[in-house]
Nanobody
Framework: QPQLVESGGGLVQPGGSLRLSCTAYGFTLDFYTISWFRQAPGKERERVSCISNSDGRTYDADSVKGRFTFFRDNAKNTMWLQMDSLGPEDTAVYYC???????????????WGKGTLVTVSS
């Protein structure tokens, strides 16, 4: 059964950092578009960052550019989201996702993690 398992969420103070990880089981990430999404309370889900399998480029939301870094290790079948300079507006449930044929980095992804909560508060 293919699945994505996230870890690394938690409570952090404003200005702090967290690193989220997401490991794939039952399939390999090498040729997949991979993404991080988030959903804040009362808001729609938004894409945070995506690495497209069509060009290998990383696409970041404007709200996280310069603060979040998305990277992967195919040998470990794992992706990470390094989040720095966190603010209260980053509070959300974060989801990793993957899809073999999604070249556009939209939210039509085949596999989703269950989500991990990130709370930024003093």
């Amino acid at each position: 059964q293919p699945q994505l398992v996230e870890s690394g969420g938690g409570l952090v103070q404003p200005g702090g950092s967290l690193r989220l990880s997401c490991t794939a089981y039952g399939f390999t990430l090498d040729f997949y578009t991979i993404s991080w999404f988030r959903q804040a309370p009362g808001k729609e889900r938004e894409r945070v960052s995506c690495i497209s399998n069509s060009d290998g480029r990383t696409y970041d939301a404007d709200s996280v550019k310069g603060r979040f870094t998305f990277f992967r290790d195919n040998a470990k079948n794992t992706m990470w989201l390094q989040m720095d300079s966190l603010g209260p507006e980053d509070t959300a449930v974060y989801y990793c996702a993957a899809d073999r044929w999604n070249y556009d980095c939209n939210d039509n992804m085949a596999y989703w993690g269950k989500g991990t909560l990130v709370t930024v508060s003093s």
